[in-house]
């Protein structure tokens, strides 16, 4: 079913077509919030409230791009989370620590591209937590989502301009971090 | 990963060459960075911990259980509503109003107006109408109705603007309608006529909005319908200038007409500010 519809029936009233969009966004929203805060746990934490908020305010919610109504709210909290828990934009440890521990028992049974698709999200992760907050979130949302520019400045609020150089200047920086050979010692 | 990002990544800074390395260096260098961004693009979208998924979805299936909808009317419903809480007195003296345009357009034509005569009437009979058009806002100044209207949906400042965006569309139908039959009575062609019929319009309008708030009392309502007729009687001010209508004074009523608008805006701005401020409108 269409977005479109989801929103029509569920402000007609039929709230089960909410838990079909947490379904269908879930994993959209985890992800988001996983890269931006650099932390695995609190990601789950993030995109429940990113749908609780969702839910508290659908009612008055005018269906326009339902994914990126949730990634903006997924960003606001992202935000308040940086300046409410005060962590410094450096390698999670959360991020790290859950790959590290589950990489000794299971690096032997799994196979070698599991593991290497492992390796490349916690580089992925800790190079994108080097990137200033503003570069890395349209980083993402163009990179890793494939929104325009555009669509990036109608949800951050940022001009269009701004929002170029920032995936721009990002992107740069990624690359940098990523051909430097001792970047994750 | 879709074609477009693939195609992006592409065309991306990631790819471009910075430094002064050989050819054959950064060919190697782009094409080692290459690999790796796009397994990384790959491997971005990591497995879940389906357990900590499944205790998130059932918090979120909680709230959504929980939830109460509350529906919101759309715009449109929003006008009709309004225009249905409009009592029968108002709405027959609308109704009233618009037959009488229609009768009073036909009887000029058939009487062969003289151009004058005609501008004046229905300049007049435009500015009670807006009037009464204008009853609706009117209704929410006086005596405390302001907060028996206000609905489960809309605030007090949203339903002013809903009234008057219903009087404004009234004006035009009855100004269309008067310019329509008795236009052409006019020599100086439709644009002048319409002038004509906006200058005691927009200005009777600025009076009558401006007493709607300066007479909130108890006496409210009288005062307003007499501020209406006054409003109305000042219309007829072109009648003691016997050229007032030729077109040497055009531009005199363009200037009129442009002022009049301004302090129409300037007036509802006020309005719209005093309500959202709440002092000089104590609605209990």
Redesign the interface.
Known sequence: MEDRELIRR????Q??Y??EI??KY??NI??FCC?QTGS?EDA??L??ET??RF??Y???YQYRNLKGYLLTIAMNLCRNYACGSGKAPVLSESFESEQGGRGEEEAQVSCGREY??????L??AAALRRLPDIQREAVIL???Y?YKNREISRMTGASYSAVKSRV?QG??K??QL??REDFYE | M?E??KK??ME???NEP?DCRTEHNLAE?AEI?DR??Q????????Q??ES??N???A???Q???T?Q????PSFRENLWNQFCFLPWKCRAAQGGMLLAAMLLAGWLNSQHADGRDSIIVCSVFLVFAGNICLSGVARLFSWHMAELEQTLYLNLKQMVCIRMLEAGILDLVILSLLAGMTGRLNSLGTGAYLLYMLVPFLWSDVLYLHMLTAFRNGAAGYRQISAGILCGLLAFFPVFFEHAYEAAYLPWWRGLGLAGAVLLAAEIYGILGKIEGGDSLCLN
């Open positions: 569920i402000q007609d009233g709230k089960q909410l838990n947490a379904e879930y994993d985890y992800y890269y695995r789950y934490d995109a429940q749908f609780l839910i508290r659908v009612d008055r290497e698709e492992r390796e490349n999200s580089l992925l163009h990179y890793f494939g721009r992107l740069e990624l690359q990523l051909n | 879709n477009k990002m992006e990544k991306s800074p990631l910075k260098t960075s790796r961004i397994s990384l693009q790959e491997a971005w979208r990591f879940l911990d900590k998924k205790r998130s979805l918090v979120i299936r709230a959504a259980e939830k909808i509350r529906q919101y």
